[in-house]
Nanobody
Framework: VQLVESGGGLVQPGRSLRLSCAASGLMFNMYTMAWFRQAPGKDRELVANIDTATITYHADSVKDRFTISRDNVKNTVYLQMNTLKPEDTSVYYC????????????WGQGTQVTVST
């Protein structure tokens, strides 16, 4: 199984970025997909997830700014991030878990997002 994130970078506050996570080696449509983030010195945080029925969850800190979506044909999950703030600066990780399971079994390598002037 491989999860490969892309789309990170340096962006000014108030701007947008879209992260992508391309999955291979798994039955993508049978997995709940998620985005986590971790900033230096902080705990890893669940940002958003989307289950096999495309029901989504977004953390309060990103609600109304970030949107998770998935494309089961392209085996890809996205995170559209709008109105970015400096506190969104983190390494963002894609993760996958089999539907009904509690733990995320598969993780990507992470992509850095830096929000700064």
């Amino acid at each position: 199984v491989q999860l490969v994130e892309s789309g990170g970078g340096l962006v000014q506050p108030g701007r947008s970025l879209r992260l992508s996570c391309a999955a291979s080696g798994l039955m993508f449509n049978m997995y709940t997909m998620a985005w986590f983030r971790q900033a230096p010195g902080k705990d890893r945080e669940l940002v958003a997830n989307i289950d096999t029925a495309t029901i989504t969850y977004h953390a309060d800190s990103v609600k109304d700014r970030f949107t998770i979506s998935r494309d089961n044909v392209k085996n890809t999950v996205y995170l559209q991030m709008n109105t970015l703030k400096p506190e969104d600066t983190s390494v963002y990780y894609c993760a996958a878990k089999w539907r009904g399971r509690k733990e995320y079994a598969y993780w990507g390598q992470g992509t850095q997002v830096t929000v700064s002037t």
